[in-house]
């Protein structure tokens, strides 16, 4: 298309080589992708590229020289290019533009989807340029980098959420797990066991509470110690070889000892677990779990000790009811002996024999004590007040070296117990404390009420309940652990060879647990001892007059007929026969319960029934006592026994059965018979212990408890 510089220009104005380069520059535009077009100031065409047409679709007859500026205009109002609207208000708004001669830009989208790029570009005094670009793939581009962009934002904002929410979540599973953390380690600091572990260095990484504490460190501070400096080089020796093996990957478990902070004996057992490393065969660090077993190793020692003592209490007693029938056959030959020689010759070795003999009947009673099978008389004590009753006797015993504490209740303290055997009891514990004081010091005893739980009565084999606690201690030497696990034994002593026979402790054994308490012993060489025992409580009584006895001298009423005497040994069955007929009866004898029972069935006159309590052939003493009163409702009896063991639910005897307890003599026998027939008529009255058996000095410290004034509560 050929386009004029100018539509008034002449040909012959321009030279050739003008023309050339007119062409030229037409010809360059003509290969520009952008629709260019110049016009004057009025404003009409005045020359353009091929793009104009390709772009804009103007028809070639529009586009020429001189063609009003207006016209394109109209042009596209009339075609829909400005979309709709008034054409003439199209057409005024853009030439009202065209007209001002001012730069602009504008951006302008085809019906068929063409976005263009409108430039316009005045040049004074001479009119302007118009360029058009075809920015449709670029705005393309652009809305879908931004589509993108905003697609990308969208995730992104979707994705920061995301990782809100998962650091949120986080936070509260790390919250939880700090929580559970700290929930587990108060769980492992609660619970009884020992637990740490130890790295493949033998250094401690963590430890319990518990474990640190037993061993007596902060639980901050055990941390970086090494085994052998926690547990101390002795007992580190004792558990070197177990670490060694746990080396290799065994799993051990082993006992151990050591001495605590206090001076006592810690016992513990631990269970060794190897952490094996990711190679499958290096260990590099231990699991350990120990338990303190102080109190089972104390418990076990007790249990030992209980049956050792149960057995030996076993044997005790079937040889003191042996010894009580020989004793019986001596002492009562002896005293019948005694009477029809008098003064006369022989009384010298008489005397001395007879008192060896209850001497050794002293001896034997003990041996009961010890063994529980001794005759008790349970009633309410207040135990306070019997404990400061004794105080002045306890202190003339102990001497001026030794002071005496009381710690005693506020209140009644009432506990069922024999009074006289418990006086015995503390104070026999009072003089073992003065002798672990040869130099002085101070003797404690203590009364308080205790309540055992199942558990703990468990422990100390008593039933559960309430009891009366008494602690007696001593500022003494303290006793050796080898010792302190055989003081209960009987005859056995650490006194010189006779200071004593080692029978006091026993004694106090029977008696506590024979009176349904139990009794422990601490012990520390050089800090001193400390027994505890409880006795069962009792509600308080009225305090009623001790019954008189009957006269030791005194004679039984006569009897309509004979005494029916049963007893298994011969010899013993022999004394008694005598002693029954040098009080004027008339014996009828039996050699066990059966030919009893058959003498009770057939003999109407029998008067009296004494008997043995044990005896074989299926029918002892108790169950002879109980068909005697089935077939003979008014029968007097009277029991013997070397046991004087309490009576057992199964087997109770009426209250007016009594119990003479061997060995015994004439007199003993006498004064039992007149207590329970009566005395004979005009008999003098008296009052006379009737265990003629007890030694004289046995009787004096006795008095000395017994007759002691009782003063009002200590407060």
């Known amino acids: 298309m050929a386009r004029s510089p100018s539509p008034q220009a002449e040909p012959a104005a321009f030279t050739p080589e003008q023309l050339r380069r007119h062409d030229l520059l037409l010809a360059g535009l003509d290969l520009l992708d952008q629709a260019i077009a110049v016009f004057d100031t009025t404003p009409k065409l005045v020359t353009w590229n091929k793009a104009l047409v390709r772009l804009l679709d103007f028809p070639e007859a529009l586009v020429r020289v001189g063609t009003p500026f207006e016209a394109f205009v109209r042009f596209n109002a009339e075609r829909g290019e400005y979309g709709e609207g008034d054409i003439e208000t199209l057409v005024a708004k853009r030439m009202a ?52 962009n905003a697609q990308l934002e969208a995730r992104v904002r979707e994705r920061t959420a995301e990782l809100e929410q998962a650091n949120s979540e986080i936070d509260q599973i790390a919250g939880a797990l700090r929580r559970s953390e700290h929930r587990l380690q108060l769980i492992i600091d609660s619970i009884p066991a020992l637990i740490a572990y130890v790295d493949g260095g033998e250094i401690y990484r963590f430890a319990n509470r518990g474990y640190a504490e037993w061993f007596g460190y902060p639980k901050d501070e055990i941390v970086g110690r090494s085994i052998r400096e926690v547990v101390g080089e002795d007992a580190y020796a004792q558990i070197r070889s177990q670490v060694e093996r746990a080396r290799t990957g065994e799993r051990v478990c082993y006992e151990y000892s050591r001495v605590g902070a206090d001076g006592r004996t810690l016992h513990a057992r631990s269970v060794v677990v190897p952490e094996i490393g990711t190679d499958g065969r290096t260990v590099v660090g231990f699991f350990v ?233 601490r012990s520390t060489p050089g800090r001193g001892t400390h027994v505890r025992f409880v006795l069962p409580t009792a509600a308080a009584a009225a305090v009623t007059a001790p019954e008189r006895a009957a006269p030791a001298t005194a004679r039984a009423r006569a009897l309509d007929g004979p005494v029916l005497l049963v007893e298994d040994e011969p010899e013993v069955r022999k004394v008694v026969r005598m002693q029954l007929t040098s ?133």
């Open 583 to 715: 009080l004027g009866h008339v014996v009828i004898e039996a050699a066990d319960g059966v030919e009893a029972l058959g003498l009770l069935q057939n003999v109407d006159d029998i008067a009296l029934l004494v008997s043995d309590t044990v005896m074989p052939g299926g029918i002892g003493g108790r169950e002879l006592a109980r068909r005697a009163r089935t077939l003979r409702p008014q029968l007097p009896i009277l029991l013997v026994t070397g046991y004087a063991s309490e009576a057992t639910p199964t087997d109770e005897l009426p209250a007016d059965v009594p119990t003479l307890r061997k060995p015994f003599d004439q007199a003993a026998l006498a004064g039992a018979l007149a207590a329970l027939l009566g005395p004979e008529p005009g008999a003098a009255a008296g009052v006379e212990d009737a265990s003629p058996t007890a030694p004289a000095t046995d009787r004096e410290a006795r008095s000395r408890i017994m007759n002691t004034t009782t003063e009002p509560r200590p407060q």
């Open 289 to 521: 779990m120990t338990t303190d077993i102080t109190e089972q190793k104390a418990n076990q020692a007790a249990l030992v000790q209980a049956q050792k003592m149960e057995a030996v209490g076993q044997l005790t007693g079937g040889l003191a009811h042996d010894f009580n029938n020989l004793l019986t056959i001596i002492i009562g030959n002896l005293s019948a002996l005694q009477q029809r020689i008098g003064a006369g010759p022989g009384a010298e070795f008489v005397d001395p024999s007879l008192q060896a003999a209850r001497r050794g009947a002293e001896l034997i009673r003990r041996l009961l004590t010890f063994s529980r099978r001794q005759s008790l008389a349970p009633t309410a004590v207040e135990v306070g007040v019997l404990v400061h009753n004794m105080t002045h006797l306890l202190a003339r015993t102990l001497g001026e070296t030794i002071r005496i504490h009381l710690r005693l209740p506020g209140e009644p303290v009432h506990a069922l117990v024999d009074p006289h055997q418990l006086e015995n009891a503390i104070l026999n514990l009072a003089i073992n404390a003065r002798d672990a004081m040869p130099v002085g010091g101070e003797l404690t005893i203590g009364v308080s009420r205790r309540q055992l739980d199942e558990a703990l009565a468990g422990v100390v084999e008593v039933a559960a309940g309430d009891y009366v606690q008494i602690d007696v201690g001593d500022t003494g030497k303290g006793i050796e652990p080898a010792v302190l696990q055989r003081v209960f034994e009987p005859f056995f002593t650490t006194k010189d060879f006779g200071s004593g026979s080692g029978l006091g402790l026993s004694m106090v054994y029977g008696f506590v647990r024979q009176s349904g308490g139990n009794i422990r012993i």
């Open 97 to 148: 533009a065209a007209r001002a001669f001012l730069p602009h830009y504008v951006e302008r989208a085809r019906p068929n989807g063409t976005v263009l790029a409108v430039r316009g570009v005045p040049i004074p005094n001479l009119g302007f340029v118009s360029l058009w670009t075809d920015i449709t793939e670029q705005r393309r581009y652009e809305a879908l980098i931004q589509q993108q």
